[in-house]
């Protein structure tokens, strides 16, 4: 089945040109389109598409609001906001927006998001199992994290584990090390519960990342990871919840 689109875009032209270069590519299709928020809730509700196209500023409207609102009825839906406002992006990202294109794009670069929406899609068809378990799953493949004056977008696989220190949050990936003010229950809503596991109080950690684990007193065990000179700690319960998950 082709994978439904809307287009939220309230200048003609611009819907004109996303129609083109969507309908090049057969595995997608338009389902709807609108130029404004209420109109665009109801064709949601109604179409149910997998991805949506939207402009920051719809007829005076917030996209950014309409986004939240889409996002609440369908988590899963893939946001691409195709704006001429860059300085929204921080923003919308932090909504999970699958991709950010500003105006005026180059086609070249919004086929390429289309095409890493297939890829994704091919992918999630193929490791698929026969019998559909809701699980808890990451929307996106990065992070983003604001410092002071810069944005870092993190890809989640890379990420080896993530420390609070020093009233700071530290994000280890396999070659860096990234700051942030946000707390590490901020950070786990944002991960895959399959993936990462809150091991501490103080740790987040990777667990396709762990090389191996050691005691550290009666109650309490150290993880070794591939690629960081890092550990971290683990608690007793959640050393038993790692082997059951292995075993």
Not at 58 to 78: M, N, R, Y
Not at 182 to 199: C, G, I, P, V, W
């Amino acid at each position: 089945m082709a994978i439904k689109v809307m287009l939220i875009e309230d200048e003609e032209g611009m819907r004109l040109l996303l129609r083109k270069i969507i309908e090049k590519h057969k595995e997608f299709e338009i389902a709807a389109e609108c130029d404004e928020l209420a109109q665009s809730v109801i064709l949601f509700q109604r179409t149910r598409p997998e991805v949506v196209f939207l402009d920051i500023g719809i007829k005076g409207q917030s996209g950014i609001d309409c986004a939240k609102i889409l996002t609440e009825l369908d988590p899963k839906v893939k946001i691409i906001f195709a704006t001429a406002h860059a300085e929204y992006m921080p923003e919308a990202f932090e909504l999970y927006a699958f991709d950010y294109l500003v105006k005026p794009f180059n086609v070249e670069r919004a086929d390429r998001t289309l095409k890493r929406i297939i890829s994704l899609e091919q992918q999630e068809k193929k490791f698929e199992p026969e019998e559909q378990i809701e699980k808890p799953r990451c929307r996106h493949d990065r992070l983003l994290v604001k410092g002071k004056e810069s944005m870092s977008f993190i890809p989640i696989s890379d990420i080896v584990l993530i420390q609070r220190e020093n009233h700071a949050t530290i994000i280890y990936t396999e070659k860096d090390s990234y700051a942030t003010s946000a707390s590490l229950s901020e950070l786990e809503k944002k991960l895959d519960k399959e993936q990462f596991l809150r091991s501490h109080k103080s740790y987040i950690i990777n667990l396709s990342r762990i090389s191996r684990i050691e005691p550290y007193g009666r109650w309490t065990y150290v993880v070794h990871f591939e690629g960081r000179k890092e550990d971290a700690l683990l608690t007793a319960e959640k050393f038993e919840e790692i082997r059951r998950r292995f075993v």
